[in-house]
């Protein structure tokens, strides 16, 4: 795993991993990773909670579990940061990960695709087909979206393209 | 091009918009920036050759909802009825992300639908083309592109039960270097993807089948060819002897003739 910063390789390896290879199209074995994407996500959430990192919350917005809504929060010069997240399971998940997209920044940097969707590093793809279908919501969470918030937020913050909810008089971010 | 052959029918799918950055490359002009690129390619399309039936599906074909109607859309029939396989003759997939490409290759799988597919590199100097027939070529699963587009060091892309020696080095076109090679790639026998190896067990008793009846039918020729004799008559009794029976006659002297 050369490439990723020590903290987030060693996060991930306390990610419970996943055991059954299954996409939304395939009915009860989709359940049944649909359970053990949650029992990741508890995990990785219990973890950042006890050091002091809780940074995100999701849920699935529809029973077939989907399409994912949540937050992620990132600090930075004392000051938090909130922003939307969502995303929609990819027909040929878990071979491919799923895109995450912050529609408030869509525009806002070019570290981002359409509709907001986060561009990841060249080693997340590669990682991702090693470990399929190991990796789960948690481990894109965090070997994506964490990455990307820690790379880019500073930058946002400080070029001034977004402002904290209590500075801005219009609402850029949350 | 292929509306300017006059192709009976195309079904156009793509859920971006026209931005300006896209002139350089796509054929939209700068007054339909804004609209979606189904509309406008419809729109300039259908220009060139109005006898084109042009169908559009503004939708990402990597969701479920997308998917599915993805699939319909190439089920339907309704265009040539008494047609065999899909409702279409060839699937072309000009999209430029992985994701988009796995879930192409997935419905081809299932549909048993031949396609091709198509990508050009950041540096815009050399590009690839693969032809897949499910079963009988290599899907896009058999063999990952991550090897072959990223130049990242295989050891760290080694899928379980993929074999890397079986994996290309490099495909396609490159300009600079006036490159061009071609290479045959099989399906691999340990392909990710449950259809994919459907389709090959599939096309390898088909292919059992189609072997044993050409052998059959290549047998049944030459059996003809030797029962009928090719002359009715034999006017100077030629007739076919052994060597060593020729050797024992020209022993006996020419005082015969």
């Known amino acids: 795993m050369e490439g990723w910063d020590p903290n987030t390789k060693s996060t991930l390896t306390q990610i419970p991993l996943l055991a059954t290879k299954a996409g939304p199209r395939d009915g009860a074995t989709w359940t049944q990773r649909l359970k053990e994407e949650y029992k990741a996500l508890i995990a990785y959430t219990q973890m950042n909670k006890s050091n002091d990192n809780d940074w995100f919350r999701i849920s699935a917005a529809n029973p077939e579990g989907t399409r994912w809504t949540g937050k992620c929060w990132y600090v930075h010069n004392l000051l938090k940061y909130e922003f939307d997240l969502q995303f929609d399971i990819p027909v040929t998940y878990p071979s491919t990960a799923p895109e995450i997209e912050l529609p408030q920044l869509d525009g806002k940097t070019q570290k981002m695709y359409r509709g907001g969707k986060i561009c990841l590093t060249v080693h997340f793809k590669p990682l991702w087909a090693k470990n399929c279908p190991r990796f789960g919501i948690a481990h894109a969470l965090c070997l994506g979206l964490a990455p990307w918030l820690a790379a880019e937020i500073p930058i946002l913050v400080d070029s001034g393209m977004i402002k904290h909810k209590d500075d801005a008089t219009s609402s850029t971010d949350s | ?257």
């Open chain 2, 1 to 257: 091009m292929l509306t300017r052959c006059g192709i009976g029918r195309l079904l156009l799918y793509d859920y971006d918009k026209v931005e300006l950055a896209n002139m350089k490359r796509l054929f939209f002009r700068p007054e339909q920036v804004g609209m979606t690129k189904t509309d406008a390619a419809v729109h300039n399309l259908s220009d060139i050759n109005p006898d084109v039936v042009l169908e559009t599906y503004t939708l990402n074909i990597t969701t479920v909802h997308g998917f599915e109607t993805f699939i319909s859309s190439l089920k339907n029939k309704s265009f040539h009825p008494t047609e065999e396989g899909s409702g279409v003759d060839l699937v072309l997939s000009c999209v430029d992300n992985y994701e988009a490409r796995m879930a192409v290759n997935q419905a081809c799988n299932e549909l048993n639908q031949t396609w091709m597919e198509s990508g050009v590199s950041e540096d815009a100097v050399s590009g690839h083309r693969q032809l897949l027939i499910p079963g009988e070529t290599a899907c896009f699963a058999c063999a990952t592109p991550l090897v072959v587009a990223s130049g990242v060091d295989e050891r760290t892309l080694k899928r379980e039960g993929i074999c890397a020696a079986s994996l290309p080095t490099t495909m396609g076109c490159n300009s600079l270097k006036d490159y061009f090679p071609t290479m045959e790639m099989r399906p691999n026998p340990q392909c990710s993807h449950a259809v994919c190896l459907e389709r090959q067990k599939e096309y390898l008793l088909a292919k059992l089948a189609r072997d044993a009846a050409a052998k059959t039918k290549m047998e049944a020729e030459s059996f003809l060819a030797t029962g009928i004799p090719l002359h009715a008559d034999n006017e100077w009794n030629i007739s076919v002897v052994d060597d060593s029976e020729l050797e024992k006659t020209d022993a006996r002297g020419s005082g015969d003739l």
